[in-house]
Every structure is written in C-alpha cells, then in structure tokens.
C-alpha cells in the first residue's frame, strides 16, 4: 500500500500574524501525542526476537466527541511500504496494536490517526431518537457513504452506491418507520465495507519512524558454559586441544548448555607474558593469558598453534552443533606488545614519553602485557575498518555469537558502527557485552546495539538486593533493550559467597541465575567441580587462575554439581516461562531468608515459581503469599498442584497462603510448576 498519510508538523505562530496561518495544519484535529515502546524518542532500536509479539500503544485523541481511527504502521527497514494493524482503545486516550517481524533483521513502526467522519456519523447515529434528527443524520450519512464509494472500487463501489442511495431515499419517505431507518444506517456488514475506504486525507503521523531490531531467539534465551580450551587435555601439564574440545562436547551438551565460550583462541605474546597468579615473571614454560593477544604467529585473525588449525577449528563447529551447541568467541580489541599491529600501525596506540606504550590498568590491577588501542588516533578510520574486519573473518569461519571483552573501555560510536553493519548483512549475529561498569555506561552499550549484557548480579546477595535489582531489569523502559545475562562467576570473578565452598551456596546461586533470568552463564569446570580458594584473602581472583597456567580437571569427581546443573538447564528448556524476562515478579514471603517469584509464559498456560532458601547453614521455613487466579486457578477456591521440578515432589496448595520449608543439607531451593486441576468424563480429577 502507498504511504499515504503526512507528519503535518505544527509550527508556532506569532498571535493575530495572519500571514503564518498558512503553516498551521487547521484540518489535522488529531493527535498523537506518544508512541510506546520508544528508547530516548527513537534514538535506538527497540529489541524483541523474530516471530513474537510486539506490543506498541500510543497516546491518541482529539477535540470534541467525533470518533478516532488509529493505525500501527510497520515495514522492515529496507522496505518502502508500511503494513498497517487497527489499534484498539484501553480507555484514557490509550490505544494498542500489536505485530510480529517474522524474520531477524531491522525494522520501523509509527502511528497514524485521523478523525473519522463515517464512524462520527455513526456514533452521533445510533444516540438519536427523535424522527426528524433520525431522517437529518440518515440524509448526512448517505453523502458519508457516498463518498466512501467514490474511494472504493469494483464491488465495493457498486454495493456502497446502492446503501447511500437506499439510506438517502427511505429517509426521505414520509412513511418510513425510525426504527427500520436506523437498523438500515446501522446495517453492520455494510459499516465493514465503508470501514475499508475511509477518508484519510487529514491523518496525523507521528512525528518519529521508531527503530526495532528483531534477532533471533538465542538472544531472548540461552545457557553459557565457559571454558578455555587449552585445559580440555586428558593429561595433566598438556595443552589442550580443539580436538580435546571435541572429546567434551556430549557432557556439555548433557548439562543442558547452549552455547559453548571460549576465552580468545589466538596466539599469546611472550614480551611482558605474565606467570601463574598474574606475577610479573614468565617461566619458559608458562602459557600466559590468552587475553594478551598477538605474537609472531600473528594476531586476532590468526589460532594459538598449540590449539589445532582452523580446519580443526571449522571441524569443532560443525560437530559442537551436532550436540546442540554454537560456538561463540571472545572479541578482546587490544593487543600484546608483539602484535603484529604494533609494528605495523604505531599510530593505532597511546606512547609515553619514555618512549614505550600506555599498557591497561585498572586500578589497582595491571596489565603489562596489554595495549589498548587508542581510538582518538589520526588513522581512526582504518582502524576501525581493521577491526570489523576482524568480526568479518570469524563469521567467515562459522561463528555467529561473540562474548565482547570489556566494551566500555572502547569508543561507544564504533560500538553502534561495528554491530550494526555486521547485523545488517548477518542479522542472527548475536553480541554479548561483558561491561562490569557504571549503570549508565552499562544500558548505553545496550542502546548502541549489544544483543546482550552482563550484569551486576554476581555482587547481588541480600534477598532485597536481588528483587531490587531484577525488579529494574524485568520493567520498562530498560526490558525493552537491555537484555541481562547473569554469571555465578567468571575467570575473573570468584564472589566470597562462593569462596566457602558450600554445595548449597553453588547450588542456589545457580538457580537463582538460571531461573531469575532468561540468559546465564557459568565458567567451568570451576562451578561444577566447586573451585573456591582465592587468590589472597580478599581478593576476587582463583587461586592458580587457569588466566595464566593450564589446569587439569576430574570430570569424574562424585561431587560434581553436574547433574544438578544438568536439571536446572532441563527445567529451563521445557518450561517457556523461564525463556523470557517480562514476566517476573516477586511473591511476598514472611522469611528474609527465603525468597519467592513467579513468571509465566506468553499465553499464561505455563506457570512457574521458585522458592530460594538464602542461608547456606539452616533449615528456612515461611508462608509465600500466591493468589489462585494469579496463576490461571478459577474458581479462587479450587486446589491445584505445585510440582516441584528439581525434586519431583508434589504439593496441593489451595488459597493465598502457602507453606514451604527447604533444607540447604539437600536442595536449597524449589522450582514449581504450577499444575491446574482438570476432570474428565469419567469424573476422575488429574492436574495439567
């Protein structure tokens, strides 16, 4: 369909300054004073996964009591033309439609409105009563339908013509009887006809074209195990392998984890290589860390030799998907002193009076074996063009996900760059931003196009600083770009919650993440096998970080947590009120130490609540306050099921009171499914 409504902009006027009326639109009497979802007024793109539901309102109306006609106006980016969706009123001016973009890429969506004479007419219409107004208003609607004919075509036109002619002639007739003359102007299967040809010449649209990326759903929903790759040998002080990878793939797939991490696969520089536990003296022995990146071998385009080819490479993709896995690399854009790029392109870094390079610190940790790059630099442009080249190359070799190391040290614009020329050729490309930073700085990269984001709940422990901070993560306007991804721990990050090394600290830590978020991720084998002796006291760092040195793993201790792990990452995936983030909310619970919360799927058939007992020593016990009808459960009276999925017992509630009690010497928290009661025709009662 063409375009055919206008912005209509207002423009001020000085007042009794006849010669400005002519940029006053006199006839434009409708308003769009808003359109929601809207991130800083259209500036960036709202996020939503391809093939679910967009659900936009605006705030429409106009003066006077004549009747609004509101339409949602969508089309993916690179097209001209607008599909349009009728809005519907909520009441207060509010109006609401909704679309789905069935495939990943970028679109845009505003609103259009106008006054609508036809509906006006037959609003006014159907409050009349006395004859003679019934045959006046019956007169006026005829010269309404008419012209609605004169916009239509074929039959249409014909079988409008005729109602006008029909309405026009019996409200002339002196015998024609008020109720037959209102059923006939009130006819409903002729108002659809009219409906599709109305007069639109005085639409208002809303001033912005509002953005929207669609990705797909593994950027709504997914589960992350990290692991470095050089520690996958089967030997003890041997580098691992892709190969070795391979070996491990059906255990990780067996744990339920969707995407596989790698730490940065490239070759590590040896001037200024640092030793086991970050100490400034390499051994000749000594790996280093894979995030100082760049040697002789080469750079960011280039695979540690130790680790295979990129034919092994290649090889290890095709059989991580076999398992249900994506590979998703670590985007690290700085370089050790021996990069290559050091050499080639001096500019491209800070230098020092002394003659050397600015390497990273932060305060009061260093880097000595890092450069950053320097984005102020005269050659911006071709290091830029390097850089995407960079993301170019590995979505060459296959890879669709990147973990992106510290983000917010980099120039935001080339953020906003980068992603979105790589997303508008390879829109299922997905970016996840590990910025532990500044709140503001945090949400910015989301904005700028991150698919993803890592969050703040690693140092969230208290049951209020959990619902605090979820209750932000899970409400607008921040749901609808930021999208959390919650990590337990991460190489750099050994929480002393978790330095204990209590099984059920791990334990509900895990489902925590697992089901406070739709997206989370652990670093293994450290969680599963319970690593948690720190670097020094007070310090966040492991103890013998596998950073600097190569580790050797028991997959086969019996005291793995991977079975439960294993679980949890099942109950996920078959439960699709936990592959989403909008829904959750926090339940009242009478015990500071136990926590509970709900979520449930789009349709509300699915149903689940989990119950966490924060303190790792104790038995906890409370009543959580949960409504029938809440959860889909009418009459408010009638009993219904909670099945606890991790241990598979099931419970009768029935009420809004309910009693739990968890045990941290077993498993420190339940995850519900709420199970409705249902009867079948031999009277027997089963829940669903």
Not at 401 to 414: E, G, L, M, Q
Request: aromatic share 10%; with cysteine; glycine share 6%.
């Amino acid at each position: 369909m063409k375009n055919i409504f206008s912005t209509r902009p207002a423009a001020a006027a000085s007042a009794g300054a006849e010669s400005d009326l002519g940029a006053w639109q006199g006839d434009a009497r409708a308003v769009v004073d808003a359109v929601l979802p809207s991130i800083d007024n259209g500036r960036f793109a709202v996020k939503c996964v391809a093939g679910e539901r967009v659900t936009v309102r605006a705030h429409c109306f106009t003066d006077g009591h004549d009747v609004l006609r509101v339409q949602l106006c969508w089309r993916a980016q690179e097209q001209s033309e607008f599909r349009e969706v009728p809005m519907k009123p909520l009441g207060n001016d509010v109006w609401e439609a909704g679309f789905s973009p069935p495939s990943a890429g970028r679109y845009v969506y505003t609103v259009v409105a106008w006054v609508d004479p036809f509906e006006s007419w037959r609003h006014e219409m159907s409050r009349r009563v006395d004859l003679a107004d019934v045959r006046v208003a019956a007169q006026v609607g005829a010269l309404e339908i008419a012209a609605a004919g004169a916009r239509a075509e074929g039959d249409d036109r014909v079988t409008l013509q005729r109602w006008a002619t029909e309405l026009d002639a019996t409200a002339a007739n002196p015998g024609t009887d008020v109720a037959a003359l209102k059923a006939l102007a009130l006819d409903d299967e002729y108002a659809v006809l009219a409906r599709r040809h109305p007069d639109r010449r005085h639409a208002v649209r809303h001033t912005v074209e509002l953005p929207l990326v669609a990705d797909r759903e593994r950027a709504r929903f997914s589960t992350w195990y990290e692991l470095f790759p050089r520690s996958a040998g089967t030997q003890p002080g041997v580098h691992g392998t892709f190969k070795d990878v391979e070996a491990r793939l059906p255990a990780i797939a067996e744990m339920g984890f969707d995407v596989l991490y790698f730490p940065p696969i490239h070759p590590i520089g040896r001037i200024q290589r640092k030793g086991p536990n970050n100490s400034l003296e390499a051994g000749p022995g000594d790996v280093g860390s894979p995030w100082a990146i760049g040697a002789e071998e080469g750079g960011h385009k280039s695979i540690l030799p130790e680790l295979g080819t990129e034919e092994d490479f290649r090889r290890l993709l095709a059989r991580a998907a076999e398992h249900g896995l994506e590979i998703a690399m670590d985007i690290a854009f700085q370089c050790a002193p021996d990069h290559p790029y050091v050499k080639a392109h001096p500019d491209w870094f800070r230098w020092r009076p002394d003659g050397t390079v600015q390497y990273a610190e932060n305060p009061p940790k260093k880097y000595q074996d890092i450069y950053p790059f320097n984005f102020e630099c005269e050659g911006w442009r071709a290091l830029w063009a390097e850089l995407k080249s960079v993301i170019d190359h590995w979505i060459g070799q296959g890879v669709r996900i990147f973990r992106v190391d510290n983000p917010h040290t980099k120039a935001f614009p080339f953020w906003e760059w980068v992603i979105g020329e790589v997303k508008r050729k390879h829109p299922d490309a997905i970016f996840l931003a590990e910025a532990f930073t500044r709140p503001k700085v945090m949400h910015r990269l989301a904005k700028l196009g991150f698919s993803q984001s890592y969050t703040y709940f690693t140092w969230r422990n208290t049951k209020e600083e959990l619902q605090e901070y979820f209750t932000e993560l899970s409400t607008e306007p921040g749901i609808d770009y930021f999208r959390p991804n919650v990590w337990p721990n991460t190489p750099d990050i050994l929480h002393e919650q978790l330095q204990s090394g209590e099984t059920a600290v791990f334990m509900s830590r895990l489902v925590l993440a697992a089901t406070l978020a739709a997206n989370y991720g652990i670093y293994g084998p450290a969680y599963e096998l319970r690593e948690h002796l720190p670097r020094s006291p007070g310090s966040e760092e492991y103890l013998d970080s596998e950073k600097y040195q190569l580790r050797h793993w028991n997959h086969d201790d019996p005291a793995s947590l991977a079975p439960f792990i294993a679980r949890v990452n099942r109950i996920r995936r078959e439960n699709p009120a936990l592959q989403s983030d909008r829904t959750l909310r926090f339940l009242h619970i009478d015990n500071p130490q136990l926590m509970a919360y709900a979520k449930s799927s789009a349709d509300g058939a699915n149903v689940v609540v989990t119950v966490v007992n924060l303190d790792p020593h104790n038995v906890q016990e409370g009543w959580v306050g949960l409504e029938p009808a809440s959860v889909g459960v009418n009459p408010p009276s009638r009993a219904f099921q909670m099945h606890d999925l991790l241990s598979g017992q099931r419970f009768l509630w029935q009420g809004d009171w309910h009693y739990v009690r968890l045990d941290p010497r077993s498993v420190p928290a339940h995850i519900f499914v709420v199970r409705r009661r249902h009867g079948d025709e031999r009277g027997f009662d089963y829940f669903l």
